[in-house]
């Protein structure tokens, strides 16, 4: 296990692929090649393949499915903040990918653009006018921005050594301000980038965090940082929790060195935050942290040797906790988890499900999951309702909800089969 890079692989990031190491081009980002710009399709279904055709489809909260568009293999799929259009990757290999954005409403491609590289995350600007991405080779990594119409197409970082892992900031301030982190040995640098000028300001160094998150109102940062091992059980690093204001860079430590601190969450309001730690039977759990008095209470425990905490509804009495469990803390044999909704009034808890893969809405108030076909629940009032019931002969694949929070996409695929998907 490294010090300084260490990364939790917990379900959610489990479609993210481990990225390479940048360095920033000086100035203004390179500006893509002529020959490299989006291609305007605008009007024109999505291209697809004959071959294991995937179906992508949007349902709302009252299970009401529909379909976006059929592509040749499951793709990796954004919401715009307008909720009417989707980032979808399509044509995805090693070393590259295509990425569409279409309209929701229709499916048809507004612009393409092939990228060289496996496109792994994306961030929308708040007033959508702008697409952010990620994407690795074997070779390097780059950071890239452009217009939901194609144009102004920027590359601002690429490295051939290793990008920061999972984790590290990639959010927005305000809809021209991209929040980056930058690996520039031996720190990591939190950077903004002003994509309308194309200049950069670089905010701070930030500690080298094995995991991190941007505040709903994008003022502050949570990193937790890794340590060195000492006086920690199994797999027990030490780990530091700490906040970054982005407006000037200052640092704060907001609690002291743990044993296996696993992840951590923002409340919705930025008061309080959410964390799990998993060092030894007596300390292993979900904890609150409220940030006015540097209190922390012990939310839930288990015998489980991880806790997670994904998210919180969006009234912020929940909280969402993913769980590994294990029958000791030197046995984990297998992939063994479940969904767990713990009450922060009292820490009393839900099981939602065992071995899911799921999706939290953006806003906090719903959770799809993926068990005895479609589930939807409602995280304020614990609420579940089946939206699609389960087929041996189909696989779902969740990709992603919509900002509103009243429609999430999902790809739909036959098992062993090269036939199409009818609708549901």
């Known amino acids: 296990m490294r010090s300084h890079k260490m990364r939790f692989s917990w379900l959610l990031a ?9 360095t920033l081009s000086c100035g203004r980002g390179r ?49 715009a903040p307008d909720d009417d259009h989707a980032a979808l990757v399509t044509d995805i290999t090693s070393r590259s990918g295509r990425i569409h954005v279409i309209s929701v409403k229709d499916g048809t491609d507004i ?70 982190t930058v690996w520039e040995q031996p720190n990591s640098i939190l950077y903004e980038f002003d994509l309308a000028s194309g200049t950069k300001h670089e905010v701070a160094t930030q500690p080298q965090a094995s995991w991190a998150e941007v505040s709903r109102d994008a003022s ?24 970054m204001d982005v407006l000037d860079g200052s640092l704060h430590q907001v609690l002291p060195d743990t044993c296996q601190l696993n992840s951590a969450s923002w409340s919705p309001d930025g008061s309080q935050i959410a964390y799990g730690v998993g060092a030894s039977d007596d300390t292993r759990g979900t904890y609150i942290l409220d940030l006015a008095s540097g209190a922390s209470r012990k939310l ?14 969006s009234d912020g009495n929940m909280i969402l906790v993913y769980r590994n469990q294990c029958p000791t803390q030197w046995d984990c044999p297998g992939p063994s988890s479940e969904l767990v909704l713990v009450s922060v009034r ?65 790809a739909r695929s036959r098992v062993n089969s090269s036939a199409g998907s009818p609708t549901p």
């Open 300 to 313: 839930s425990s288990s015998s489980t040797f991880f806790d997670h905490p994904q998210g919180w509804s």
């Open 111 to 180: 612009v393409a653009i092939d990228v060289a590289g496996n496109p792994t995350k994306f961030a929308w600007s708040p007033n959508g006018d702008w697409l952010a991405w990620e994407s690795a080779s074997q070779y390097d990594t780059t950071l890239e921005a452009m217009r939901v119409d194609g144009s102004d197409r920027q590359e601002l970082a690429s490295d051939s050594n290793s990008w920061p892992e999972q984790g590290v900031v990639f959010g927005w301030k305000d809809d021209d301000t991209l929040l980056a």
């Open 31 to 79: 500006s893509v090649s002529q020959a490299q710009s989006a291609t305007a399709v605008a009007g024109t279904p999505l291209p697809v393949s004959q071959e294991d055709p995937v179906d992508v489809y949007a349902m709302n909260v009252d299970g009401q499915p529909r379909l976006l568009a059929t592509v040749s293999s499951v793709p990796r799929f954004s919401w």
């Open 220 to 243: 502050r940062v949570i990193f937790v940082a890794t340590g060195e091992q000492q006086g920690c059980s199994l797999r027990g690093y030490l780990y530091s929790l700490w906040t």
């Open 14 to 22: 489990l479609q993210l692929l481990a990225l390479a190491l940048i």
């Open 346 to 410: 009292n820490g009393d808890e839900t099981v939602i499900s065992i071995n899911p893969s799921y999706l939290l809405s953006q806003d906090g108030g719903y959770l799809a999951f993926d068990k005895s076909g479609l589930q939807l629940l409602q995280l304020a009032s614990g609420t579940a309702q089946q939206a699609m019931a389960a087929d041996p002969d189909w696989r779902f694949t969740l990709l992603g909800w919509s900002p509103d929070g009243q429609w999430f996409a999902f």
